[in-house]
């Protein structure tokens, strides 16, 4: 069974712009998650998606946003780039939405960096 | 009260030794608590998890120590190999969130 594959693996951006990564879940699984990870931070949740809805969305401005589609694939954009969206972005997708007590499977993230 | 509050920061180990992570939580709707390593370049990869209705789950040489009334879980790797040298993440879940610790650099020295 293929493991969560996020696409692009590396990107960089200059400020301003706005970028969009891709996250394709494990066959079967309906939940994606998106977090941001940073040295200082740590993993940082950004949201949520299970069957096309936002279920739950962490504490970040509103130049980050997500969507899920039909077949349970998702996105997350970021809009306006700043310096500090640098970072790695983390995709993870389970079997039923967190709660569920199914553990989370991480792709190996998109590494943005921002010039 | 939705924190998770992991130590030590960063910990090396002889090989051969234990290496032992701490995490602490407050929040008592908690009922699943993972552990996570992850190594450069790599995303987040489940390593072992627990329930609170249970005190201590072992998988190999890892193990899990829990102790609800204190509110604290932590892991224990047995005999560390340089292999295990890793960022460790704990994590605990309600019903709506999974809230992380802030991780544990592990080094293993050979």
């Known amino acids: 069974k293929a493991g969560v594959t996020q696409t692009p693996r590396y990107l960089i951006k200059t400020r301003g712009q706005q970028v969009t990564l891709s996250c394709s879940p494990i066959?079967?699984?309906?939940?994606v998650s998106w977090y941001q990870q940073t040295p200082g931070q740590g993993l940082q949740f950004l949201f949520e998606y299970f069957s096309e809805t936002q279920r739950n969305k962490g504490n970040f401005p509103g130049r980050f946003s997500g969507r899920q589609f039909s077949n349970s694939r998702s996105e997350m954009n970021v809009s306006t780039l700043e310096l500090g969206d640098s970072a790695l972005y983390l995709c993870?997708?389970?079997?039923?939405?967190?709660?569920?007590?199914?553990?989370?499977?991480f792709g190996d993230g998109t590494r943005l960096s921002i010039l | 009260q939705q924190q998770v509050k992991q130590s030590p920061q960063s910990l090396i180990v002889q090989k051969g030794g234990i290496s032992i992570i701490n995490c602490a939580y407050e929040?008592?709707?908690?009922?699943?608590f993972p552990w996570y390593q992850q190594f450069p370049g790599k995303g987040p990869a489940l390593l072992i998890a627990?329930?609170?209705d249970v005190s201590e789950k072992k998988e190999g040489r890892f193990t899990i120590s829990f102790n609800k009334s204190a509110k604290q879980f932590s892991l224990h790797i047995m005999d560390s190999q340089p292999g295990d040298s890793a960022t460790y993440f704990c994590a605990a879940q309600s019903n709506y969130q999974l809230i992380w610790g802030a991780g544990t650099k592990l080094i293993i020295k050979p």
């Open positions: 993870a997708s389970s079997l039923s939405p967190t709660g569920g007590n199914q553990p989370q499977h």
């Open positions: 929040n008592t709707a908690f009922d699943y």
């Open positions: 066959s079967g699984h309906r939940s």
């Open positions: 627990i329930r609170p």
